[in-house]
């Protein structure tokens, strides 16, 4: 299901929590704890012993040096030569840091477009991070994890972000798209605009396991990025600032796997040997 814009002026409608995501200030409360469980999350993910790894989730994203820093191999596709000098925004317990020079591995930028991956050998990568929702704002999602599937090698793993149904449903919402939001929870496809003109695709738990399944890989978990609101952050947070530590370490013992209470669904999967 493809949805068009409301005609409704932005300006004349009002704002729902879906707009913290479409723009998010990096820097907020809710969004240094968002990052700080991302960290945590890849942290967790990223193999035992250097590995060789493709990065597909943009120059912004810092979990590319964490992999970096813990003696990894890798190439991080970037879209354009000049996104090779942008430097990602760290953060240390959701705090904005200066980046920190790798101690032990390397990072080779290469451009190109992270949906064709033709440029690489097959079975070349002991893994692929596809973070920061990359696969959702590639629409063909199904040829994308085909080619991530192809240049893992037997036993290679692939981390993998996407936006949720839920917030796509919000988005619906706040553009005053009522009548495609009822039928948004069973549509096979659902794509939403974004107030920037972008599209995204939104998944549900049970489409994204199946479109891994369908490119050959196994799945090993999947789950919310984060299954406490911003809301319930931000007043935490308010009320004691020291408590992100305590914030990021409830999150990652949360056993909730409903995707409907997350935005983004995170999924690690596994090329069978």
């Known amino acids: 299901m493809h949805v068009q814009p409301s005609s409704t002026p932005a300006a004349d409608r009002p704002r729902s929590p879906a707009a913290q995501f479409s723009a998010p200030d990096r ?8 990052w700080a469980v991302a960290e945590a999350q890849i942290g967790g993910w990223l193999p035992s012993a250097p590995a060789r790894l493709l990065d597909l989730s943009s ?4 979990g590319t040096h964490r992999a970096v820093a813990s003696g990894h191999d890798v190439v991080t596709l970037l879209p354009s030569p000049d996104m090779a000098m942008r430097r990602p925004l760290t953060l240390v317990n959701g ?8 101690r032990r591995g390397r990072m080779c930028p290469v451009v190109g477009d992270s949906a064709l991956m033709r440029a690489f050998a097959s079975e070349s990568f002991d893994g692929v991070i596809a973070d920061n929702r990359v696969l959702s704002r590639q629409l063909a999602t199904e040829a994308s994890l085909a080619e991530i599937t192809r240049v893992l090698r037997p036993g290679g793993r692939v981390l993998a ?8 449903m919000a988005l619906l919402a ?4 009522w009548p495609e939001l009822s039928h948004a929870p069973s549509a096979d496809v659902l794509l939403v605009p974004w107030p920037d003109g972008s599209i995204t695709r939104c998944f549900t738990a049970e489409q994204l396991t199946e479109c891994l ?8 978990w999947l789950k919310p990025r984060t299954v406490l609101s911003a809301s319930t952050v931000e007043m935490m947070l308010t009320r ?4 992100m530590g305590r914030l990021v370490e409830m999150e990652l013992r949360a056993t909730e796997s409903d995707d409907y209470v997350g935005v983004h669904l995170v999924a690690s999967a596994r090329k069978p040997d």
Do not use: K, T
């Open 27 to 34: 820097l907020s409360d809710y969004w240094r704890f968002y």
């Open 59 to 62: 120059p912004d994203f810092q």
């Open 95 to 102: 705090r904005a840091v200066p980046p920190r020079p790798a």
């Open 161 to 168: 972000c996407v936006d949720s149904v839920v917030l796509g």
């Open 174 to 177: 706040e553009q005053d798209c």
């Open 213 to 220: 399944a369908d490119a050959g890989l196994e799945l090993e």
């Open 240 to 243: 004691d600032p020291r408590s």
